[in-house]
């Protein structure tokens, strides 16, 4: 199966509802979550969302920073029907049909960009020039938070994974293209990042991100 056919698993509609009926039993998951709110200020003024799903995080992102204009992006249309119905009546989000593997060029600037989950269905050359793009599109002082399903050390870590979830390996999402946290460190900080680390972890969940200082 070739990348392309990976991605198309999203634009099903079984797909995309298997997801979001899993979405909520990961386990840790609101821990990952709160580290990544802990991280946000609460007067960022404006944040993009990439990969939003059904606009999850963003409306959490929301509720302690009612004032913020939100850009939330998908490419599945039963994502993106989720997250319109999600943010009915809000003038400040709007919800955005847009492939991760295109530019992000045309929505100009933010303080805060984040993701959940979704990055990890690009390819890696993919990821690093995502990450440049970024970096390009914060302001200065701006935050990139990723909280992000990464590949594990070993293959018993990666059982043990899917075992936590009550699956099985062959049970992976086929769309699945995992890099690892220290390989993606390191792109984050080539291309400018400072404050890189890993903010927080368990087992194949973690928080990645970096500070655009300049």
Not at 41 to 52: H, K, N
Not at 77 to 92: C, Q, S, Y
Not at 136 to 145: D, E, H, V, Y
Not at 163 to 176: I, K
Request: aromatic residues 8%.
């Amino acid at each position: 199966m070739n990348t392309a056919q990976k991605l198309n698993e999203y634009v099903t509609a079984e797909h995309a509802l298997r997801y979001l009926s899993l979405a909520d039993s990961i386990p840790h998951r609101t821990e990952g979550e709160a580290v990544l709110l802990d991280f946000v200020p609460r007067d960022a003024r404006r944040i993009l969302d990439l990969g939003t799903g059904d606009g999850r995080l963003l409306a959490l992102l929301r509720i302690d920073r009612p004032n913020a204009h939100g850009v939330a992006l998908d490419f599945s249309p039963t994502m993106l029907d989720a997250a319109r119905e999600r943010f009915r009546g809000d003038e400040k989000i709007q919800v955005v049909e847009h492939n991760l593997n295109d530019s992000l060029s045309q929505f100009g600037e933010f303080d805060v960009i984040v993701s959940s989950f979704a990055i990890h269905h690009t390819p890696d050359e993919r990821k690093r020039t995502l990450y440049a793009e970024i970096f390009q599109a914060l302001t200065p002082g701006g935050i990139f938070c990723n909280l992000e399903h990464v590949s594990s050390a070993t293959p018993s870590l990666h059982a043990r994974f899917y075992q936590a979830l009550g699956l099985t390996e062959a049970d992976e999402d086929p769309s699945n293209i995992l890099a690892g946290v220290e390989v993606q460190l390191r792109w984050l900080r080539e291309v400018g990042f400072q404050d890189v680390d890993c903010y927080w972890k368990w087992l194949e969940l973690a928080l990645l991100g970096g500070i655009k200082t300049r």
